[in-house]
Structure formats: C-alpha cells, structure tokens
C-alpha cells in the first residue's frame, strides 16, 4: 500500500493554506455538479462515470447532484441533459447556443464560470479527456479556485470538505489534497478511473436553462476542421474489453510482437508500462498508467511487468488480472488475481496458441480428431 498525505492546495498568493471557518461569501455555494462532455451529439462515457461518483458525494453532503451540459441548440443537447438523469442527476443546467457547436476553450469558460458564478456549486466535476483538461484549467484560474487533476479517488471529509486524492511524486505516493476556503472544490478524474454506474430509466427531472450571452463575433479562435477520435489511428486502450500488455521483462522491442500477437488472436488491444515509451519500443497511445492509460476492462494479460504503483493505479479496476513473471516477489502479484511465475517470453507463443486453437471456428473439428 502507498503512503498518504494529506496537502492542502496553494491559496491564490502561492502559500500553504490552513484550514479555517468558510468566507461568509462561500458559505452559499452548495451541491455537487458534474459537467457532462459531448461533442457532435456523442457524449463522453466518463461524464457518467462521474455522475456515479458525483451521486455518492451528494448523498453524503445531503445535496443535489447536477449535471451540467454545454453544447449547440437542438437535439442532441437536451437528450443529453435528459440522460443525466437515467444517471442519478437531480436537475440539469443547460447552456445551449449555436458558437457552442464545437468546443473552444473561450465559449465553453464563460458558459461554465457564468453558470458557476450565478448557481453556485461547492463542487465541479470534469473528465480528465483532452477537452475536460482544456476546460478545468481555464474555468479554474478564471474562478481563482482550486483544481486537482488526474483524481483516482474522491470523498467527503467530516466537515464537509471535497478530499480528492491522486497519486504523487511520480507516484510513490497517494496524496489527498483539499481546496480549502475557495468555492467551487474542482477535481478531474480519467475516464475508467471510476465504475459506470448502471443506468435506470426514469423521468426526466428539472431543466434549468441559462443564457450564453456571446456571439461569434467575440470569440477570437475559429474551428477549420473536425476529426472524431474514433476515426483517428490511435489506441482505444480506456474502453477496451481485453487488454495485453507487456514490459522491460521482454528483453527487446522485438520480443513485443509477441505481446501484439496475443492480442491479435484475443481480439485485444495492447498496451505496455511506461518504460517502454521511453526507450522508444512503443507510441505513448499505448502507455498503461498514472502518466498513461487507465484501463478497465474484463480481463488484463500483464507479461513482464513489475507492477509499481504508476502502473497500478491505471489497471487496479480490471475484472480480472492475469500477470506473468519471472520475478516471484514483483510487486505486480500483490493485486493481481492469476499470478504466473514464468518467462513471459515462453509463455506467451504458448497462450497465443491455445487461445487461436480455443478461438479458430474449427477447433472442435481439431478437437475431436
């Protein structure tokens, strides 16, 4: 287990804070709001992912879950306000205005700092996405508040207060940070980082719509083109169902194919720790990790891999962790559920070939022969 601090976020001047009686001006701020990312009418799974997360810390606090949706007049925003509630979302603020069609760091803020400064949350959620990053950071230096990015756990302390922990120090340690005496609390979490919480039909609840205020004209960034990330070459290692990876315990880049293979015959994607991206063997898109991927699917193949905690913390949600090493004591055994002590370069043709062998549509006639 890692060690835990607990660090309070630098107040606007750079220095420590200490924890104190609330600003009177805050002290109006309440309920959990989780912004909900979409764009082109898709909705990023994380957004529900936190809106699982965003509940339990409402019911603590005995407030409201919020969600917040930002997009283009029509259709598809509302029915993504509308599915925040299939989410446990209580309500739902909608900013919906034309210049919203595609993200752009300079709408986006002022939809979310004016929503923020007219509703009053004491805590923001954002996915850890390439856009939600974008979004927080910006948002939070306009509000001058905390953020604490990259989040793999949240609660609520005693008296109330957004504890959000995220691991350190290249990840040696888990840190539980508080944004103390600034409202609102934010936090971004990565997708897969927290369960999906399972959807229930329902009906929809309260819609609160709220104005823009900004024509095209005042925004200095325009969009020349748009390229969805599912048309884009790179991995799909968040989402994925089987995931097999590998590490310095191959020996070589060319060893790695051996890794692919596996994953090829699996259906898989394939990935690898950290150390491989910096010896150039693999692309960072494929990277498992606290600088990487974090991953949740059915089933995880760890081959050669030592398993620290940078690499933990991005597979710890796996339904089930299969991990090969030669290393009996790597640190990889203490949470996987299958440990194999063996040559990963070995066992890797081995389990490739029985999986085609299982897998071939005519292995029962091999089989039975």
Request: a neutral charge; aromatic letters at 6%.
């Amino acid at each position: 287990m890692s060690n835990a601090a607990k660090t309070p976020a630098p107040a606007a001047g750079g220095r420590a804070a200490t924890k104190k009686e609330l600003p009177e001006h805050f002290k109006a701020y309440k309920h959990v709001w989780v912004f909900v990312e979409q764009e082109r009418g898709q909705v990023h799974p994380v957004s529900w992912e936190l809106m699982g997360a965003g509940r339990k810390l409402a019911d603590k606090l005995k407030v409201d879950l919020a969600a917040v949706v930002i997009g283009p007049e029509g259709e598809a925003t509302r029915n993504a306000a509308v599915e925040s509630f299939c989410y446990g979302a209580d309500l739902a603020y909608v900013v919906a205005d034309q210049v919203l069609a595609d993200y752009r760091n300079e709408s986006y803020t002022k939809a979310l700092t004016d929503l923020v400064n007219t509703y009053k949350p004491e805590i923001l959620l954002l996915g850890a996405t390439t856009l939600g990053r974008d979004l927080a950071g910006s948002v939070a230096t306009t509000l001058l508040t905390g953020l604490t990015a990259d989040c793999t756990e949240l609660d609520v302390d005693a008296d109330g207060s957004l504890a959000a922990t995220r691991p350190t120090f290249g990840g040696s340690l888990l840190c539980t940070i508080y944004t103390l005496n600034y409202r609102p609390q934010m936090a971004t979490v990565r997708p897969r980082v927290m369960p999906m919480p399972e959807r229930i039909t329902c009906d929809p609840g309260r819609i609160v719509i709220h104005p823009l205020g900004l024509v095209e004209d005042d925004i200095v960034t325009k969009v020349l083109s748009f390229l969805p990330d599912r048309e884009s070459a790179k991995s799909n290692l968040a989402y994925a169902d089987v995931v097999v990876a590998g590490g310095l315990g191959l020996g070589s880049p060319e060893n790695f194919q051996l890794v692919r293979q596996l994953a090829s015959v699996l259906g898989a994607e394939y990935g690898c720790s950290r150390p491989l991206v910096q010896k150039g063997w693999v692309t960072s898109d494929r990277q498992i990790g606290q600088t990487g991927k974090t991953i949740r699917p059915k089933l995880y193949i760890a081959a050669g891999i030592s398993g620290a905690i940078q690499h933990r913390v991005g597979v710890e949600g796996a339904d089930l962790i299969v991990a090969i090493n030669t290393d009996r004591n790597a640190p990889i055994f203490d949470f996987a559920h299958i440990g194999i002590v063996s040559d990963a370069i070995r066992m890797l043709p081995a389990l490739t070939e029985a999986f085609r062998a299982r897998l071939s549509p005519h292995s029962r006639d091999r089989i039975a022969s």
